[in-house]
């Protein structure tokens, strides 16, 4: 089954803004996997139907703390879910899943790209 983002309405925005500050709250109060490291939440995407919660976060570190992270993160979704369930007034707690942010690596990559090029000199006057 194929879940679409959700429209610009105002109550998936509200329930996904709601999911975020749990999932932010989890994972600095309760999250205890040593595999998680430092995390920054970057967005939240949900579906229409409030079924699906897509977290988009980012990794302090390595690619190896990156891996890690998310084998950890995917671990711990049935507890965000069920602290989902028990902050949250929704019919229907959403199946939380954690999706790498590259976003801000691709920016960096791009500048860093950019500082490298040579700068056409300018003809003389």
């Known amino acids: ?33 040593p595999r998680i490291g430092l995390v920054t939440v970057t967005n939240v995407e949900i579906t ?6 897509t977290v988009s976060y980012v990794v302090h570190g390595d690619a190896d703390q990156r891996e ?9 979704a049935v507890a965000v879910r069920r602290r989902l369930g028990s902050e949250l007034q929704l019919r229907v ?6 999706k790498l942010d590259t976003g801000s690596e691709h920016m960096a990559h791009i500048a860093r790209l950019l500082a490298g090029l040579d700068r056409p000199e300018e003809p003389p006057s």
């Open 1 to 33: 089954m194929k879940h679409r983002s959700s429209p610009p309405g105002r109550r998936p925005r509200r329930v996904a803004e709601q999911v975020r500050q749990v999932v932010t709250a989890f994972l600095t109060e309760e999250a205890r996997d």
């Open 48 to 53: 229409r139907d409030l079924t699906r919660a």
């Open 68 to 76: 890690k992270t998310q084998e950890g993160l995917e671990a711990a």
């Open 93 to 98: 707690v959403p199946e939380v899943v954690f």
